[in-house]
């Protein structure tokens, strides 16, 4: 089945810089790549995706780079604020459903936004 | 907004007895899904539904059941609670199949003595 790997199991950046996560897969059939964040005891929630048809996708501060080739994707936050401080889960999806709907997540980033 | 409940909230168990973690939705999703999460491991898939009376196994099934009664309705079974299935679990749920958002509960912590 597919795998994900994050590669940063820790980020320290100071305010107003950029952080950048990256991720790998290891199924060529995957098209579909989520990013959720979780805030200190809280639960996750999405932030943005992409999907193979594209290799870049912004949302304000947000951008999600994809490079199909290497299977390689990332995520770009721009002017780090204290609030972006969470972890960062990346995931990837081969199926579009039915009984093979499955969400294979990596193992989190947690970033820290210094001011 | 999407609406995903988790009841209990936290539990403490016992080994070798039955927990039972029930999730309810109000968005009228067709999917449900099952995770844990442990520290190093990220979230893990357990079950998931994609129809009422109907479950498939995800990631990691052993030691688990679920159930789904209703398109609202998603349990999660620990028929012989085991010390290593100590852990917080998270239920979620989405419209039209995993490359949909997926809307997460605020998940339940359950420790197994």
């Known amino acids: 089945g597919e795998k994900v790997e994050q590669h940063e199991s820790t980020l320290s950046v100071r305010e107003g810089d950029s952080a950048v996560i990256n991720c790998t897969y290891t199924?060529?059939?995957?098209?579909?790549f989520p990013w959720y964040k979780q805030e200190a005891g809280k639960s996750l929630h999405f932030v943005i995706d992409i999907r193979s048809n594209v290799d870049r996708k912004q949302s304000q501060r947000l951008i999600v780079l994809l490079d199909k080739k290497a299977k390689r994707f990332s995520l770009h936050i721009t002017a780090t604020q204290p609030e972006d401080s969470a972890i960062y889960f990346c995931a990837a999806s081969p199926n579009s459903g039915g009984s093979n709907a499955k969400l294979t997540f990596g193992k989190g980033t947690k970033l820290s936004v210094k001011s | 907004e999407a609406a995903v409940t988790q009841s209990p909230r936290s539990k403490v168990a016992v080994t070798g007895g039955k927990v039972t973690l029930s999730c309810h939705q109000t968005n009228n999703h067709d999917y449900m899904y099952w995770y844990r999460q442990d520290t190093g491991h990220g979230l893990r898939l357990i079950h998931y539904s994609y129809v009422a009376d109907s479950t498939e196994k995800g990631d990691i099934p052993d030691g688990y059941k679920a159930s789904r009664p209703s398109q609202e309705n998603f349990s999660l079974i620990l028929e012989l609670a085991s010390l290593s299935q100590t852990a917080v679990y998270f239920c979620?749920?989405?419209?039209?199949?995993?490359?949909?958002?997926?809307?997460f509960g605020p998940g339940t912590r359950l420790l197994v003595l």
């Open positions: 199924d060529t059939a995957s098209s579909y």
């Open positions: 979620a749920s989405s419209d039209w199949g995993p490359q949909d958002t997926q809307y």
